[in-house]
């Protein structure tokens, strides 16, 4: 079945750089999605890629995917407390709903 | 615009009651959807929508059901809650199945 799989926790310093993977199962994938949700709230979308891109940037966030190797990657540059969230990454699978990984809680420590 | 909207934000529920989480979305989207959130296991589907008229189930639909009332409004109602059932219940719509989806604020229901 498809399956979509993160590290729980990621700890940086402010003014590093923050990588957080997800590698997923279905080959058949067409969309993939990063979303971040702040304390008490919902998720709220960041960014997507398109399966046959390798990079999208938007300002301080770079998506890299490789879909040989079914992984999927989002970096936040000069990461700021701000950015302390969890970060789910989400795969448009061939059943076309989304299937969303276990997530990622960035801390952000000055 | 509002987004998408869920009441009651929080509650808590005896073993065996029932309750009705209540979602709209001003989007005008097709597509809405109801999950759970527990912790160490991300977003589970529990049922969708994809267009008016129409549910389906999800990853983990037992205990539950649901109403598409009409296009803006989608219900999830627990008939007899269990404390298995305690969790976040988020709601969220897309334009389409498959498309990006928007999320509501969620509502963090405890079950004793």
């Known amino acids: 079945g498809e399956d979509v799989e993160q590290s729980l926790f990621l700890s940086v310093r402010e003014g590093d750089s923050s990588v957080i993977n997800c590698t997923y199962t279905d080959s058949s994938s067409t969309y993939l999605y990063w979303y971040k949700q702040e304390p008490g709230a919902g998720l709220q979308l960041l960014t997507y890629i398109f399966s046959n891109m390798d990079m999208k940037q938007d300002q301080r966030l770079t998506v890299l995917l490789n879909k040989k190797d079914k992984h999927l990657s989002l970096r936040i540059a000069d990461t700021q407390t701000g950015d302390s969230a969890i970060y789910f990454c989400a795969e448009r699978g061939n059943t076309d709903k989304l299937i969303f990984g276990t997530g990622t809680r960035l801390q952000v420590f000055p | 615009n509002a987004g998408v909207t869920q009441t009651p934000k929080f509650q808590v529920l005896k073993t065996g009651q029932s309750m009705t989480l209540q979602c709209a979305q ?59 059932q305690t969790s976040v219940y988020f709601c969220a719509s897309s334009a389409s199945i498959g498309s990006e989806q928007y999320f509501g604020p969620g509502t963090r229901l405890t079950v004793t």
Do not use: C
């Open chain 2, 26 to 84: 001003d989007m005008n989207h097709n597509s809405m959807y109801w999950y759970r959130q527990d912790p160490g296991m991300g977003l589970r589907l529990i049922y969708y929508s994809a267009s008016e008229g129409t549910t389906d189930k999800g990853e983990v639909p037992n205990g539950y059901n649901v109403s598409r009332l009409n296009k803006r409004e989608f219900s999830l109602r627990l008939e007899s809650a269990a404390p298995s």
